[in-house]
């Protein structure tokens, strides 16, 4: 089993360009979130999917940040326009739901964007 | 609202001394907490969850809903438990999992 797998590892962009992250997350699980993590700080969450409906967007800024689910599977966060300020590292993670023992997220290795 | 706080970025050790790495949060109901661990070069992964009661790599965390807190503990401390922690909620069964700042545990030899 790969587990949750993300691509790119990383990304470089020019500030104003659009960037596109992409996850496949556990054959299964029926959860998936999207998180950013700056540096020297915990995730912040900006979006989650109960199969292909977004669940939770509340801290999703979309004005230039969008994301899909399609099918229930895959998902890919986009950015555009992207700012200086988007550099961090963008985080997918699935899970199966809850279970008698709580829900279990399982984290893939992470999108590192920079932003020049 | 929601909120989980650890007010220690940096924890350092001697390896064989006791460890606790603190948790506390804000939340109305009876919540569902978590530790997630990142070691070195590796994923984030979940350590354990209170609603286990379970103790992984001799981690143990209680939950004191008094307190808000939902410490993480282990008495002797190994080099290898060197890494990143995040304390972890999730309010209701319906409800999104927010992390902490994290606490970056350096165990000295």
């Known amino acids: 089993e790969a587990g949750v797998v993300q691509s790119p590892r990383y990304k470089i962009i020019e500030k104003k360009q659009p960037v596109a992250f992409w996850c496949n997350p556990i054959?299964?699980?029926?959860?998936l979130y999207w998180y950013r993590q700056n540096l020297g700080q915990g995730p912040e969450l900006l979006i989650r999917y109960e199969n292909e409906e977004a669940v939770d967007d509340s801290q999703l800024p979309k004005d230039r940040f969008s994301a899909e689910r399609l099918k229930g599977v895959d998902s890919t966060l986009k950015i555009q326009p992207a700012e200086l300020g988007d550099s961090a590292v963008y985080l997918c993670?699935?899970?199966?739901?809850?279970?008698?023992?709580?829900?279990?997220?399982?984290f893939g290795s992470g999108t590192q964007l920079s932003v020049l | 609202a929601q909120r989980v706080t650890q007010p220690e970025k940096l924890l350092s050790v001697f390896k064989g001394a006791p460890v606790e790495l603190k948790c506390n949060y804000s939340y109305s109901g009876s919540p569902e907490l978590f530790w997630y661990v990142q070691y070195s070069r590796q994923r984030l992964q979940l350590l354990l969850r209170h609603i286990s009661r379970e103790s992984i790599k001799g981690f143990t965390a209680d939950l004191n809903k008094g307190e808000t807190s939902f410490h993480l503990k282990k008495p002797f401390a190994q080099e290898e438990d060197s890494a990143m922690y995040y304390c972890a909620l999730k309010g209701t069964s319906y409800d999104k999992v927010i992390f902490g700042p994290g606490t970056s545990l350096s165990v000295i030899p």
């Open positions: 054959s299964g699980h029926n959860t």
């Open positions: 993670a699935s899970s199966s739901g809850l279970t008698l023992s709580g829900e279990k997220l399982f």
